[in-house]
C-alpha cells in the first residue's frame, strides 16, 4: 500500500529538490508543505536536529536528512531510480557533486565567524565574496564541469550513472548544476555551463521529461 506522505521544507529548491523529483519520478503523491522562513523560528525545535527537511510518513514520527529521504524514496517507490546493480556508480557521481557543493560552499557563505560581525555586507566584506566567486568560477568549477562531463559521456551521454533511465544522482545532480545558470549568485555567470554541451543537453533532456517538463520558470535550462 503507498504510504501517506508529507515532506517539509522551505519554499526554495535547496536541498529538498532531489526528493521532490524522485517523488515526481516515481509518481508518488505526496504533499509538498513549504514553510516560510518567517515561520520557521517557532517551528525549529519541534524538528529532529532543529533542521529540515523532513518527511512524516502515514502520520509518523517526522524523518530527517535529505539524503536518507531521497534513497528512501527511491528504493520504496522506483525500480529504476536506485537499482542495487548500479549503486556504486550512483554513489560515487553523488560524491563528485558533494564535493563540488564542497568547493562551492565557501565562496557562497564566506565563514563570518573569522570576521567582524557584519563584514561581509562592507565593500570590503563584498569584495572577498567577488574573489571567491570569480576564483571558484574560473578554477574549481571548471574541474568540475570536466568530471561531469567525463561520467555523463561515459553512460553514452546519457546520465550521470546510466545508460538507461535517469537515477538519484540525477535528482541530485540537476538542482545542484541548475543552480549555477539561475543568475540569482553574484558573479557567477549564467553561461558558466556552456563550456559543456553535454552537461547543458543534459540538464535540458532531465528538465524536459514527462514528470519534470514545466516545473521550472527560472534559469536558463
Ligand atoms: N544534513 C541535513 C542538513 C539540513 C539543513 O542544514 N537544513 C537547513 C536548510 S538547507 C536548515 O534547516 N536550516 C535552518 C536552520 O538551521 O535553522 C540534511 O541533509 O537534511
Redesign the pocket.
Known amino acids: 500500500m503507498v504510504a501517506s506522505i508529507k515532506l517539509t ?2 519554499d526554495i529548491e ?3 529538490e532531489s526528493i521532490r523529483l524522485a517523488l515526481a519520478l516515481s509518481g508518488t503523491d505526496y504533499v509538498d508543505e513549504r514553510i516560510s522562513f518567517a515561520e ?1 523560528p517557532a517551528i ?1 525545535d519541534k ?1 529532529p ?5 523532513v518527511m512524516t510518513i502515514n502520520d509518523g514520527p517526522k524523518c ?6 531521497l534513497r528512501w524514496v527511491a528504493t520504496e517507490y522506483s525500480e529504476t531510480l536506485y537499482p542495487r546493480e548500479k549503486l556504486l556508480d550512483i554513489e560515487t557521481a553523488i560524491g563528485v557533486m558533494d564535493d563540488l557543493n564542497i568547493s562551492w560552499w565557501p565562496a557562497f557563505q564566506p565563514h563570518e565567524d573569522s570576521h567582524p560581525e557584519g563584514f561581509l555586507k562592507t565593500t570590503e566584506g563584498k569584495n572577498l565574496i567577488k574573489k571567491l566567486r570569480e576564483k571558484f568560477t574560473s578554477q574549481d568549477l571548471p574541474m568540475y564541469v570536466k568530471y561531469i562531463t567525463d561520467l555523463l559521456k561515459k553512460n553514452g551521454g546519457k546520465w550521470l550513472a546510466s545508460n538507461d533511465e535517469p537515477t538519484i544522482a540525477d535528482c541530485y545532480a540537476v538542482p545542484m548544476l541548475r543552480n549555477f545558470t539561475r543568475g540569482h549568485l553574484d558573479y557567477v555567470p549564467t553561461s558558466c555551463l556552456d563550456s559543456s554541451p553535454e552537461i547543458v543537453d543534459y540538464i535540458q533532456r532531465f528538465c524536459a521529461l514527462e514528470q519534470v517538463k514545466g516545473r521550472y520558470n527560472n534559469g536558463i535550462y
Open positions: 521544507y522551505f535547496g536541498i529538498a520557521w525549529k524538528m536536529y532543529r533542521k529540515i527537511p530527517p536528512q535529505s539524503k536518507a529521504l
